[in-house]
């Protein structure tokens, strides 16, 4: 310090910038530790993905190493959307209770039933959940267009307004549900049984290949990709004039670095932690299906499991 004070003024401006850049350096590079580091990383990848040309998926096939691929998930399905060729797989023919997936179906059958979304629907204690007493945004009483209704079941998963998308149908409740069976049917879902609009009944079950022949079909819909890909939205209650605020329930439509093209999660007991999507990774379009999985972040690890992957495959192929 003594040497310091005894230099010339001029001599003192020079090196304290100097020390200043280097104690920046060093916070700087401490910053970018671990996620700054894997998402520079990430981006890096892609870039070389994107730059390389075109990998079909029998390229694909031949340099993908599933023992690679660790997975919380006991049921997983990745499609290749372009050719509808199976990346990977393990246990996709396996029938098993799917949660919330079946959302999916509610809003399939109410759109073909080309009933006013305009049209104002109550909520009411027949909605209520009563296998699991699930809270709700919804009060009794709450009075909802059906497009809210349909928006709020898809996005935020609501289970109260998908009883009352079912219960406002033609014929009630049981005709929504075999509506529902029909559809299945109708999309060749052999494995697949709907006991409810909902998902809370473990009776609601399907594999993973049929449940890319739902998601397949869904993202047909405009208003269903729009509405499962919102990061977050409201809901009007009619009654007061409220805003019913909530989150999507997939966390990864809120990052800037996943692009989803529809999607929904899922979670019972018996079911696991369940999500679905349609997303371009790897610069190809791909569904993801992912049942069963161990812990309630469990399914987005996966997700980011399998896109790591797919991107470090498609490199290898395309090299």
Known sequence: MKVF????????????????????????????????????????????????????????????????????????????DEEGVPLFERNADEQRPIASLTKLMTAIVCLDAELPLDEVITITRQDRDRLRGSKSRLSYGTRLTRKDALYIALAASENRAANALGRSYPGGRRAFVDAMNTKAEQLGMES??????????????????????????AARYSLIREMTTRP??????????????????????????????????GYIADAGNCLVMKAELADRPVTIILLNSWGKLSKFGDSNRIRKWLGETVARAGA
Do not use: Y
């Open 232 to 265: 977050l939205g409201n809901v009007t209650d009619l009654r007061s004039g409220w805003k019913v605020e909530f989150f999507n329930t997939n966390r990864l439509v809120r990052r800037k670095d996943w692009d989803i093209r529809l999607s929904k999660t």
């Open 5 to 80: 004070r005894d230099l010339p003024c001029s001599r003192r401006m020079i090196i304290l910038p100097s020390v200043a850049l280097l104690v920046l350096g060093v916070s700087v590079h401490t910053a970018l530790d671990m996620p700054a580091r894997k998402a520079i990383a990430a981006d890096a990848l892609a870039a070389a993905v994107s730059s390389s040309p075109h990998v079909s998926s029998a390229q694909f096939l031949r340099h993908a190493d599933p023992r690679g691929l660790f997975l919380r998930s006991s049921v997983a399905l990745v499609l290749d």
């Open 192 to 217: 697949t049984d709907f006991s409810d609009p909902t998902g809370l009944s473990s009776g609601n079950v399907s594999s993973a290949r049929d449940l890319a022949r739902l998601i397949e079909a």
